[in-house]
């Protein structure tokens, strides 16, 4: 389950290196590519940024400029208001906001489906995800920074404040139990990702390759090769260990690498909500799946999860399915 | 060179008040001659709000300065701070956060605008590029011209903004300033690098604040141990303190460290062997470093680490053979330690070993033997021993034989001194308005003199300027200073510019600042409007501008030359001596405005060519103020009596001036013309009455009256055998 609560001390390593145009091109490629999306009078335009604490990219294929820019405009505006609902790098996103005051009326739309659907992932898993595990986050980071681990009986005051049932979610309300914190970092880039390609269909965009820490794609490139998504080695990003190709659809992925703990990445930021260190069995998770938001919950899931019980999980997904990498 | 910027409307923020800025230009648009009307206008323009300066680069003007394989990022939401990434395997990185230094730090530079300074900053607060945008510096505008200035900016590359840069004299670096916290000055231009110089630090600060994490405090710190604060102490009575700290590392400790990463046991014997023992020592307070070195050797430490910085010491005491030995035999003398981290607040201070000598260590008595290592910190570091810093220890420990892999462990020991033992100086919060005072208190000096001289020469009218033939040498004499001291050497003839810098602070960036970094022009700007309150516009128009001197000299060589003078028709003359307020309201107006036409427009003042540059300048220019010159020998004084802005605006202010002193008689009028006619600048009515806005102060019929053998009411007096004292009359 994925903790990560502040902004993250160290800048988020690359998970996945993404292709089809965007990753692959060399400048070779880039004018073969010019002269026959010129031939076919499509553009193809990327906007990048920073949002969620990350580098995000997106980027759009279609005939009209123009079209294609606005479209970008309200792909970050997306993102945007997904960041100043839920995300715990603002301070006064209503996120923060809930955790800082235990409750919150009128709660943002954005916020309550995250929600809604992170404590659903939790019934489901039995709480092998849980949206509660933020208060472990500080204990965590506050130990790295002197070099060590949480004592254990820190952690276990902690576990007593987490637990998915100790988050009351009504139509105009939210309520924490004293104590409870939430964090859905674990879903937000996944769920980014939904609401910027939702943004892009508005503008009747139909191709399009879609980076917000998670990945989204529809279509194709315009060159008319399938979008290709790369997945980096996590022991070394700059190789790829495997590539999604076609991709269409939305890929997450969970890892021990991002932001970890340890230097050899037996702590990180993903923890056990049972038992407050990091899960030990995988090093990598990649989920595919119809929204971004389930594969997003669905990796971190199966990172808690393991290998045999994660797979069981994506299974009983339509359209969802895993790849796990083993600790080395 | 100019940079251009697009200007990007949907950047752009609503203006709230452009209602307002209607409302002004109506008011322009209604505005007659008549001056009462032209005093309101001016108050209603300084009371004006508009909206405040933004930055003016969009995303194109971005992408212009941030060319391929950069990417201008998605402009930030929270800050007017746009990411500029790189591409780099399929995803990308942050190369630089960029701004411009007028969105986050509108500081007013000398001409009253905020200069505009497109600013990259790495993410780890190293300056990439610093560029110009806009600015509004006289001295950069003309004067020597923006290319100095970009060379200024550039010097900023390189520099982190963890540290406090200040601006140094001319060629400070090559002279030995310290290369990372010193940018070489410009001369002439001290106040304007000094305003630009801070604009690139506070924008930078608010940007590292928001987005990397630093910038709150400690830069441009400056802590040091108090040299004479000395007690004698052995080492036990400094470990009892706390001001020498000791890590002991046992195989116990180091296995709690390790546990679970399957190398926790690596110590033979048992779990009380020491793997480590180190004593930490901040060296630099005597009481400390004294104390554990011995007096020559602290001294010679202290002379070899320079002023501000910092020395730690580090001793091994525990088994030196040990591979946990921080300073064992793969120390590598005169390099940042591997094993060893000096913290503050959670960051890294650099802290590299120094290479004292090891032989003949001459350590005082008490300490253990042990390597030992001392450990410089550069004050630019911002280091502060008065706070809690760390010391951290780290322990590598080795998993498998063949991919071995590296596991490390970090011990840390925290020493808190008390703050007493140092001496605190807090970073400048700006650019120091005293220096200048400072600097120029010679300048200052005989300026004031000058002054203390003038006024009771002009105050007492049947002293010197009664006796006409020394006091024409005096005002020959006081005009020399004048051109010569206060405008061409002191560089203090006062203009417009500083009006319109007023109206643009007014309006815009409230912030009077500037007019403190040039404290000759400040000190006539307050003597010549205390004049103007007692006496009207004439003391500074008529003794104290420079380029009035100018003219007045120019104009002797008329008479030897025999030219004469133009005979202005009185209706024409009255016409143009309306002029100089309409070019004031057009100056200020434009001023008011935001609009840059107010710098185009303050040049009808030749001030700049004549006096601040020499007549050094383009052709256009030269020509302008020596055909005003030449104007002179037939129309005297006719640029400031007509077109002058700065006359007209304090012969306004003039108005509101106490005293009618000078001296008239009942017969001046009627009958007698006789000063009326003398009066060179036309400011004595048929009446006899004397126009106080466009009186030069020269004192020609000050002398006149006194003169019993000029005076015609006086001649004719005498012959009658009469007295006839005269007294001043009412001007209205």
Redesign the interface.
Known sequence: MSGGGHPRPARRRILVGAAGLAAAAGLGGLAAFRAAAASAGLTLRTRAGLAFGTTVALTAAGGDAARLEAALTDGFAAMRAVEVAASLFRPDSALSRLNRDGALDAPDPHLVVLLRFALALAAETGGAFDPTVQPLWPVWAAAAARGARPAAGVLHAVLGRIGWRRVRLEPDRITLEPGTALTLNAVIQGYAADRVMAAFRGHGIEDAFVDTGEFGASGAHPDGSPWRLGLADPRDPATLAAVIAPFTGFAATSGDYNMRFSDDRADHHIFDPATGYSPGALSSVTVTAPTGLLADGLSTACMVLGRERGARLVAGHAGAAVRFTDKA | MRFSGTRDAATEPPSPLCGERENASRKNGRAGSSLPLYLTLLLAILFHTLPAQAGQLGRAGLEKHFPPPL?V??????LPVW?I?K????????FAYAFESVDLAPIPGFGGTPPDLLVALA?DGTFRDVKVISQHEPVFLEGLGPEPLIAFVEQYAGLSARQAIRVGRPNARAGGAAPQTTVDGISMATASTRVINQSILASALTVARGKL?FGATNVGLKVEAKPDLYERLSLPDLLARGWVRRLTVTGATAAT?F???GVEDRVDGPPDTVLTDLYVAYLDAPSIGRNLLGEARFDALMRELGPGNHAVMVLSAGPEDAPANPIGERFVLGAVPDRLAVSQG?LIVTARDMAVERRDAGLAEGLPPGNWTILRIDQAAGFDPSAPWTL?E?IVRE?GQILS????????VETALPADLFTRIKPDAGPSWTDPWRARAPELGLIGLALAVLVPVLARQRGLVADGPRFAAFRLGFLTLTLGFIGWFAQAQLSIVTLVGLVRAAATTHDLAFLLYDPPSLVLWAFALAALVVWGRGTFCGWLCPFGALQEFVALVARPLRIRQVAVPPGLDRVLRQAKYGVLAGILLAAAAGSPLADSFSEIEPFKTAVTLYFVRSWPFVAYATGLLVLNLVVYKGFCRYLCPLGASLALLGRVRILDWIPRRAECGTPCQLCKVRCRYGAIAPSGRIDYPECFQCMDCVTIIHDPGQCVPQVLAHKRGRRSAPHPVGAA
């Open positions: 990417v990022g998605e402009k930030d939401d929270t990411p990434l591409q780099q395997a399929g995803s990308y990185e942050v993410p994490g460290a546990k679970g990463t959670g951290t780290t998993r892999e590296k596991i490390a462990r970090t011990f840390p």
